[in-house]
């Protein structure tokens, strides 16, 4: 899914995340922020282990693809 404009800099290289809304188990979905100049990626509290298959290749592909 298409990156949004997170309100975060990357705490390593202190650039602007984008955030990358992904699917999310049972339902809803999941943001997470992603640094496309270091490739950082931001969960909150347990949002990695929240993602379906499908939210973990989306993720996988926004990283690819430079967010």
């Given amino acids: 899914m298409a990156p949004a404009p997170s309100p975060l800099a990357c705490p390593s290289c202190r650039a602007s995340m984008r955030q ?3 699917g999310r ?3 809803g ?3 997470v922020d992603l ?3 270091c490739h ?3 969960f909150d509290a347990f949002e ?3 993602l379906t298959p499908g ?4 993720l996988f592909e ?3 693809d430079g967010a």
């Fill in 20 to 22: 990358v809304v992904l």
């Fill in 25 to 27: 188990k049972l339902s």
């Fill in 29 to 31: 979905e999941a943001v």
């Fill in 35 to 37: 640094c496309a100049p």
């Fill in 40 to 42: 950082l990626l931001w």
């Fill in 48 to 50: 990695s282990v929240q």
């Fill in 55 to 58: 939210g973990t290749l989306a």
């Fill in 62 to 64: 926004a990283i690819r």
